[in-house]
């Protein structure tokens, strides 16, 4: 379980902890900074690829994605007596990201990005490189509770109350993560890695007459729905055969009363079918709605026979029909009772639909002088937060 992300200088997201349930509902209007949320998310989970560096550059690099605000806002410019404007930086360009364990055996993790010092100047002047990495044990990180740090190209890992260096430096474009994962001297390193490979991230299934859900595919076992949704018939298979089978087909009877899904297996190509009440003959996925295809997908991804340790939804609401979300949030509810689940939505049935689910954190967003808050608690309800020093 992880009890808290922590965001800073990213895009809206100044200083932003948010406090993390067994289910965390993440809302708030158009432009509150939702998107930027999940998108942080989805570059802690690709350092543990080794693919973060990469990430930002194809968002247009540091420069694009900082917090475009100054560093801080002044007594007179929150309240409205001079225009807001930039002031002396005191601290250095960074891009911070971080998460924490719930219990103490749980892992913390936080990394710091910045910029290449500008001597000596080279074709990747202007590559992002990181600069701090940290890991530590429970909801807080403190020097008791520190087992890994790293700094620039120096790497040191706990050795009882003292620290040994990792003699190979760390290249400042790589994650500690990629670059050092010894069971033997960083098993920390190496278990925190894994559980952050398994997040899986879920945002807008293709549903257009050409997505890959609607054709038939070549079938194997596949207990984790592509992100993309193009082995749905496989998946759902798989669910029938080695996963919970009646979940599946109570899923579609509580969203469609009457209906049944089957897979069609034709030499090594499978079809999904869906056969409705009144119906002489089962539609193919081709002749499905994009509603009642987005649909089947969510059941395959949350009703998945390996469950992962975090789900990710953005906005799962997309192209359904507001009839279908409370049946939808069901799904989500009894997903987290298997996974830590994260939902980033706006869609108010579906948000009502998960109030009574147990583990519940809302999390609602506003931007004020164009910085993401969370609305709805107040500061003894955010988790305490401390950044490693560069």
Partial sequence: MLSALAIANYRSLRQLTVPLGRLTVVTGANGSGKSSVYRAMRLLADIANGGVIRSLVREGGLSSTLWA????????MLRGEVPVQGTTRSEPVA???????????????AI???????????????????????IWSGPLLRPSTQLVDRKGGALRLREGKGW?????????????????????DAPEMLTLREQMRSWRFYDHFRSDADAPARLPQLGTYTPVLANDGADLAAALQTIREIGDGEALDRAVNDAFPGARVEVEAEGD???????????????????LSDGTLRYLLWIAALLTPRPPA?????????????????ALGRLIAQAARQSQVI???????????????????????????????????????IPRWEWPAR
């Fill in 69 to 76: 605000g100054p560093e801080r806002f002044s007594a007179a």
């Fill in 95 to 109: 891009l911070k990201l971080g998460f924490a364990g719930a219990e103490s055996e749980d892992f913390g993790y």
């Fill in 112 to 134: 710091d990005i910045g910029l290449p010092p500008p001597i000596p100047s080279t074709a990747f002047s202007r590559d992002p490189q990181i600069k701090h990495e940290a």
């Fill in 164 to 184: 040994q260096a990792v003699g190979r430096p760390i290249p400042a474009f790589a994650s500690m993560m990629t670059e050092h994962a010894d069971p033997r």
């Fill in 269 to 287: 190509r499978f079809q999904t079918l869906m056969h409705q009440h009144g119906l002489l003959r089962p539609l193919t996925a081709a002749e």
């Fill in 310 to 326: 975090l789900l990710v939804l953005n906005e799962p609401e997309t192209s359904l029909h507001p009839d279908l979300l409370p």
């Fill in 343 to 381: 939902v980033v939505s706006h869609a108010a049935r579906l948000i009502a639909a998960l109030d009574d689910s147990e583990g519940l954190q809302p999390v609602v967003l506003e931007k004020q002088f164009g910085e993401t808050r969370i609305a709805n608690l107040d500061m003894s309800e």
